[in-house]
């Protein structure tokens, strides 16, 4: 496999988050970059702008200051060539090809897939007593109690998954993720749980059979995807779900992304209209209703007819 490029240090403004103060610690972006999934050049332009926008990065920087205090996995015992050899071909669609967050290679990275707990522990460190892992588990009470079969849509490391699996104990719950490399580093981070398993898979085509499961959660997903992919993925969730069953929308306020300057997010403007209602009920969903029980996040909650 061709390596990415080197870094280069001649470069005028090489990618980098400084916080817009000169007092402030200095990361060189294109450090992360990943062997297994080389990033394109046009990451590291998109990652460099980004770093130099006028705007201030001050929460990135806090975010990134704590990062080092949060309690994390070991993952240092993966074999990541032998645990990503086990995976097959599949063809990662342009939007999701985008240097998230400024990972070169964004989800398609190692880089990405160990520092995700580490990370959001960090940015949630004030909204709750145990961090991200207290409001995944506050989230996961959303999902009914007498569900049997749940799936997480876009699981990321399946933290959210892992929690909505032990509130239920007697349920099976898949978290669906696209990324070989955030399956690798969650099958670690989460392997006490014993009713939670991972599949890859796209969250706009999952093949799973229709009305098969009894719920479905949607966390941290949608800002990251264009309003084509949100529409889809609610349609697939609509189609997987059996008559009566639940869907579980939740993210970050529309505002939030253009006040995170310095971590790169190609769709943030469409974020700033997106409406959860009107998505849920373009697609076919009823009852919805909201349910804020992880400030900052919001929650809407519908069912597929019965």
């Not at 294109?30 to 929460?59: M, Q, V």
């Not at 509130?167 to 669906?176: I, K, S, W």
């Not at 779900?241 to 006040?259: C, M």
Request: net charge negative; proline share 7%.
């Amino acid at each position: 496999m061709e390596k990415p490029s080197p870094v280069k240090s001649n470069r005028e403004n090489p990618s980098r988050a400084d916080g817009g103060s000169g007092g402030a610690p200095m990361i060189d972006m294109r450090s992360l970059a990943g062997e297994r999934w080389p990033a394109p050049e046009w990451h590291f332009d998109c990652i460099e702008k980004e770093a130099t926008c006028a705007e201030s990065k001050e929460r990135m920087m806090r975010v990134i200051r704590r990062m080092g205090d949060q309690q994390v996995p070991d993952y240092s015992s993966i074999d990541w060539d032998a645990e990503l050899a086990a995976f097959g071909e599949l063809e990662f669609p342009n939007y999701y090809r985008q240097p998230f967050h400024s990972v070169p290679g964004g989800y398609l990275s190692e880089a990405a897939a160990v520092g995700d707990r580490r990370a959001m522990e960090s940015i949630y460190q004030d909204a709750h007593p145990q961090r991200s892992l207290g409001i995944r588990a506050e989230l996961a009470a959303l999902i009914p109690a007498q569900a049997k079969r749940v799936v997480d849509l876009g699981a990321g490391t399946g933290d959210g998954a892992a929690a909505i699996a032990r509130r239920l104990p007697d349920a099976e719950v898949t978290a669906l993720e696209v990324s070989p490399f955030m399956i690798v580093a969650g099958r670690l981070q989460n392997a006490d749980v014993p009713n939670f398993h991972f599949v890859q898979g796209l969250a706009e085509a999952t093949e799973f059979a229709d009305a098969s499961m009894d719920a479905v959660a949607i966390t941290l997903v949608f800002h990251e995807c264009p309003n084509k992919i949100k529409r889809d993925i609610l349609r697939e969730a609509h189609r997987i779900l059996r008559p009566g069953g639940t869907v579980v929308l939740t993210d970050t306020p529309n505002d939030d992304l253009h006040g995170f300057r310095g971590f790169y997010e190609p769709y943030k403007e469409e974020w700033l209209d997106f409406d959860p209602g009107a998505f849920l009920h373009e697609t076919g969903f009823t009852d919805v209703a909201s349910h804020d029980v992880a400030p900052p996040l919001w929650s809407r909650v519908a069912r597929r007819a019965a």
